[in-house]
């Protein structure tokens, strides 16, 4: 009988253990994630992604650019972070400058990033805003 008991504790142990790991969530941040399709929003990719290094304590803040190919009128490209959509802009089907827009993006990203930070910081705007 006290084998049965030994077994018994013994897997309980485990189970235990096995519960109290699968609670601690692995959690990933700093990401940058492509969704790009077309040269247009590779190269808005590419040059965003340039800029998104030299930015600082971007740890626990994931941004993903999402291209949405709009038949006959072009390209959308949209911005999140965090899961929250915060720019979204229209590019036409012709080749057109993105440096303009890249800059546009980043701005407002820092901006995003800051706002997203007080936030968190802020015991007095932390539940409901009051």
Do not use: C
């Amino acid at each position: 009988m006290t084998k049965y008991i030994r077994i018994w504790l013994v897997t309980l142990a485990m189970l235990f253990t096995i519960l109290s790991h699968a609670n601690n969530e692995v959690e990933i941040g700093g990401l940058l994630l492509d969704n790009t399709k077309s040269r247009l929003g590779h190269d808005f990719y590419y040059e965003f992604s340039q800029l998104w290094r030299d930015i600082p304590n971007t740890q626990g803040i994931n941004v993903q650019i999402i291209e949405q190919l709009v038949p006959r009128a072009g390209t959308r490209l949209t911005l999140k972070l965090n899961g929250q959509a915060i720019y979204a802009t229209h590019f036409g089907r012709r080749q057109t400058p993105v440096k303009e827009k890249v800059e546009q993006a980043i701005f407002i990203l820092i901006d995003a990033m800051k706002r997203s930070q007080y936030r968190q910081e802020s015991l007095d705007m932390a539940g409901d805003g009051w």
